[in-house]
């Protein structure tokens, strides 16, 4: 698996060693010894598995508050998703910045999301199924988000009008939330390091 740098801090693109012949394809999804080597020592508790019937869907932009916050390992095993990571690090050098990247069932990228960072995705083909693996487990208590369409945030969302939940149309915008969150150096350091 090899770590590719996304220019901000922790936040890492993992390109898996796809094996490929006639019958198919073979990757190893995840490896504990793999990641602790690429200097990203999370331990997983959940997998999660969403499916979006449409094109177009977006979820997000989410995150859960100390001190139930979550490092995520997100990925596509069918369809495509413009993905989207928020820094919401308040100490960090990149906070407010976003990073983007398509995930697809074709490219097996998987993007790594420390603690801190907003999360959300709209889906590029209808019938996409997302997984994801996080580190910590869901506590409604802790659930909260930032509007996906904020102007300060300037993502370019593919065009036309998201499929969107009720929840996702009243979410705050940056300015109006008081970042709990802080750089964890150990992850911001590793992630950097490359591999």
């Not at 793999?34 to 969403?50: E, P």
């Not at 139930?68 to 989207?84: I, T």
């Not at 969302?157 to 008081?178: A, C, Y």
């Amino acid at each position: 698996m090899r770590l590719i740098e996304t220019g901000l801090p922790g936040l890492a693109l993992l390109e898996p060693k796809v094996f490929r012949d006639a019958r198919g394809f073979f990757l190893e999804t995840y490896s504990e010894a793999t990641f602790a080597r690429l200097g990203i020592g999370v331990r997983f508790v959940q997998d999660n598995h969403a499916y979006s019937s449409q094109q177009g869907v977006l979820r997000g932009l989410h995150f859960q508050l100390p001190p139930f916050a979550q490092a995520k390992l997100v990925w596509v095993v069918r369809g495509a998703v413009l993905d989207v990571a928020v820094d919401l690090r308040r100490d960090s050098p990149t906070f407010g910045r976003h990073f983007s990247v398509e995930l697809s069932a074709e490219n097996m990228l998987r993007l790594f999301l420390p603690r801190g960072f907003a999360h959300g995705y709209m889906t590029l083909t209808p019938d996409t199924e997302f997984m994801y693996k996080v580190d910590a487990p869901y506590a409604p208590q802790a659930d909260a988000g930032i509007l996906w369409n904020d102007p300060d945030l300037g993502i370019a969302w593919p065009g036309g009008q998201p499929v969107l939940s009720e929840k996702d149309t009243i979410l705050p915008r940056l300015k109006d939330f008081d970042s709990p969150f802080v750089c964890d150096p150990p992850l911001a350091q590793a992630a950097g390091a490359g591999a």
